[in-house]
DNA sequence: TCTCCACCGGAATGCTTGGATG
DNA sequence: CATCCAAGCATTCCGGTGGAGA
C-alpha cells in the first residue's frame, strides 16, 4: 500500500510544483539578486492555509541552492517561535552563533549585534505565520542587516500591515508581494496524483476516490494530503489492497481530528478544563464557562486568565466565539464542518 | 435613542523557574 | 552557595466596545 511515506508528509518537499509557476517565479525573481552577491528583495506571500505558500517558499529555495553553492537558509515558524528573543535564536540557530547563548541571563540585544556582525554566505530566512509575532518590531530589525533576505508568510494582507507600526510598515510597503489563492479541484486533483505515484503503489486509488479527497479538503492541500494519509494508513493497517470509497470517508473526520487532538495534547489542565466544558455543552456565555470552570478543578484561575485561555483556544480552532460585547457565546468548534 | 454593563484585551506588576556567574 | 537575569505565567487594574433594555 504505502511505498513511500515522506511523500504523504506536509513537510515534503515535491521536486516539481503543480499550478504555481506565476508565484513560483515571482519568489525567484525577488531572490534572483543572490545569484549575483547580492541580497533578495524581502517577499511577502499571502493567501489561505493549505494554498502552498510554505512548500512554495521551500521550494524557490531549494532551487537557489542548486546555483548559488554557499547558502544559509533557515525556517521560522513563528507560531512556535512568537516572541522576539526566540525569533532571533531561531534566526541564529541557522548560522550556528548559538553555541554560547544561552535562554537566560543572555542580554537581549547580544542576539541582534550577533546577527549584524554575520559577514558569511547569503543567508535567506523564511518567516511563517509572521501574523502570529507578538513584536513585529523584529522584522524593523531584521530588514536592517544587509545579507539577509526575509520571505515573509502570512493570510491575510490587510491584517498583516495593520498590526505593524509606522516604522515597520514604511519599510516593508515596497517589498514584493505575492497572493495565493485556494486550489481548485483539478488543482488538488494534480497534487493528490503526484504524491499517489511517489507514495503509493499503483493501482490502489482511483479518479473517483482522489475527487472525493479533494473535494472533502475544500482548495486545503495540506487537509486534502491529510486525508489521502490517513487512508492509506487505515488501508495499510487492515491489510487492504485498495482504497475504498469508506475508508476515505472515515479518514476525513479523523484526518481533521488528529490536528485537534495535537493541539488539544499541547493544553495545561485548566486548559483542558474550560475546553471540556465548552464541548460538553451546547453554547455558553463567557460568565457561565467561568462559573463551571471555577466548581469543576481546584485552585481556579483568575477570570482575566480564563480569558486568555479562551482566546487561546479559538486561536487553535478548538472553540468558536460568536458575538463580540454581551452577546458572545462559545461552542465548540465542530470537528465535522 | 440613550444608558448601562458584560465582556474584551492591553499594560503594568509580581511570582516562579532555572541556568550562569562570582 | 548566594546572586543575577530573563522567560513565562498569573494577577490586578482599567479603558474601550457594542448589545440589551429602558
Not at 493544553?267 to 466544558?277: C, H, K, M, N
Request: hydrophobic fraction near 35%; charge should be negative; include cysteine.
Amino acid at each position: 500500500m504505502i511505498q513511500d511515506a515522506r511523500v504523504l508528509q506536509d513537510e515534503f518537499i515535491p521536486s516539481e510544483v503543480q499550478h504555481r509557476d506565476a508565484e513560483v517565479n515571482e519568489l525567484t525573481n525577488a531572490l534572483s539578486p543572490i545569484t549575483h552577491g547580492r541580497s533578495g528583495d524581502t517577499t511577502f506571500l499571502f493567501g489561505p492555509s493549505g494554498a502552498g505558500k510554505t512548500c512554495i517558499s521551500r521550494f524557490a529555495v531549494e532551487r537557489l541552492r542548486e546555483e548559488v553553492l554557499t547558502l544559509n537558509v533557515q525556517y521560522v515558524n513563528c507560531w512556535e517561535d512568537y516572541s522576539r528573543f526566540r525569533t532571533l535564536y531561531r534566526i541564529l540557530d541557522g548560522i550556528n552563533e548559538t553555541l554560547d547563548i544561552h535562554r537566560q541571563s543572555t542580554p537581549h540585544d547580544v542576539l541582534l549585534d550577533r546577527l549584524r556582525e554575520y559577514d558569511g554566505a547569503p543567508y535567506v530566512i523564511i518567516l511563517d505565520e509572521v501574523d502570529q509575532l507578538d513584536e513585529t518590531d523584529v522584522l524593523y530589525d531584521l530588514y536592517r542587516i544587509p545579507d539577509l533576505t526575509m520571505i515573509l508568510i502570512a493570510n491575510r494582507e490587510e491584517e498583516l500591515f495593520a498590526e505593524f507600526d509606522s516604522r515597520v510598515r514604511s519599510r516593508l510597503t515596497s517589498s514584493t508581494r505575492v497572493h495565493f489563492d485556494s486550489y481548485h479541484l483539478d488543482e488538488l486533483m494534480a497534487i493528490l496524483e503526484d504524491r499517489v505515484r511517489w507514495g503509493l503503489e499503483s493501482g490502489v486509488i482511483d479518479d473517483d476516490r482522489l475527487v472525493q479527497i479533494a473535494d472533502a479538503a475544500a482548495g486545503d492541500a495540506r487537509v486534502a494530503i491529510g486525508i489521502l494519509r490517513r487512508a492509506a494508513e487505515r488501508a495499510q493497517e487492515a491489510g487492504a489492497n485498495e482504497l475504498t470509497e469508506t475508508t476515505i470517508s472515515e479518514a476525513i473526520p479523523e484526518a481533521r481530528e488528529s490536528v485537534r487532538q495535537r493541539n488539544i495534547d499541547q493544553l495545561t489542565p485548566d486548559q483542558r478544563a474550560v475546553y471540556e466544558i465548552i464541548r460538553d455543552s451546547d453554547g455558553l456565555a463567557p460568565k457561565a464557562v467561568y462559573e463551571r470552570y471555577r466548581d469543576r478543578v481546584e485552585d481556579p484561575r483568575t477570570m482575566r486568565t480564563v480569558r486568555k485561555y479562551l482566546s487561546k483556544l479559538s486561536h487553535y480552532n478548538l472553540v468558536d466565539a460568536s458575538g463580540t460585547s454581551r452577546d458572545r457565546v462559545y461552542h465548540a468548534d465542530d470537528p465535522l464542518s
